[in-house]
């Protein structure tokens, strides 16, 4: 049921919630749970926004065997392109959030998909972020469990970065980069920093964030000209393009 096809107030509709309560003889809180797992159809289109109002006329029916149950809280890993941010309202830049569309799932070939459904994308919360001009892995969630762990956990789960340069690095640049030297005045834990090219730095960061990989750059002679972060723990962008995402699976650990 599209936007433009709802019945309005004056129409004799009446909320799906309430036809639904009435018609199974369940509470309105249960109703809701039907909704918004997916499972209710008004004329054979699935609906799932709890505000949508149906008429007396309109058939509803619920999928056999559904149960009034509270949808998990999901996961989401995306691939940012640079110049998104991760916060609401941020300034000069697209919402990541915004490329969330059925039509960038990547499903990929896991035994277990996951029905998507709208309530996915209500309270997501952006963990262990990445500046706006850097690409990467980028990870939204609705579970608290996920977010107490990444947030207690943070210095201590290693991250992955190709930093893309331009200059000539210090003649011991690369030995203070993995000392935690590189930036004047603040002693950083040490590091894993090797050349992947000849332009391309890969950093293996555990308490220090991505943010602060700029500043280390120039602190050896170079300029930082690209970013992007290839794996947070043991979660990896895989094979997630550009702008494409997907659901964490129960059985992935960082």
């Known amino acids: 049921m599209s936007q433009t096809e709802q019945p309005k107030n004056n129409d004799n509709s009446v909320r ?15 109703a809701e749970l039907y909704i918004e797992h997916g499972t209710v159809k008004v004329d054979g289109v699935t609906v799932e926004t709890l505000g949508a109002r149906v008429r007396p006329e309109q058939e509803v029916t619920v999928q056999q065997g559904a149960k009034a149950q509270a949808v998990p809280p999901v ?21 990541a959030l915004e490329l969330l569309l059925p039509s960038n799932w990547n499903q990929g070939d896991t035994p277990a998909p996951i029905r998507m459904l709208q309530k996915h994308f209500q309270n997501l919360e952006c ?3 990445i500046p706006v001009p850097a690409s990467g892995l980028t990870i939204f969630t609705q579970d608290r469990r996920m977010v107490r762990k990444l947030t207690e956990e943070a210095l201590y789960i290693e991250q992955e970065c190709i930093a893309h340069v331009q200059g000539t690095m210090d003649e011991d640049g690369l030995e203070r980069l993995c000392e935690g030297t590189s930036i004047e005045g603040k002693r950083l834990p040490r590091i894993k920093v090797s050349w992947q090219s000849d332009n391309r730095l890969r950093f293996a960061l555990k308490g220090i964030f991505p943010e602060e990989i700029d500043a280390m750059c120039r602190g050896v ?12 723990g043991r979660i990896s962008m895989a094979k997630l393009e550009e702008a494409q995402w997907r659901y964490a699976m129960p059985w992935e650990r960082f």
């Open 221 to 232: 002679g170079l300029q930082l000209i690209g970013l992007k972060r290839l794996r947070v």
């Open 127 to 129: 963990l262990t972020p």
């Open 16 to 30: 799906l919630s309430k036809r639904l309560a009435e018609q199974l003889q369940c509470s309105r809180a249960e």
């Open 75 to 95: 996961t989401i890993f995306l691939h940012k392109p640079a110049g998104y941010t991760v916060h609401a309202g941020g300034r000069g830049a697209k919402n």
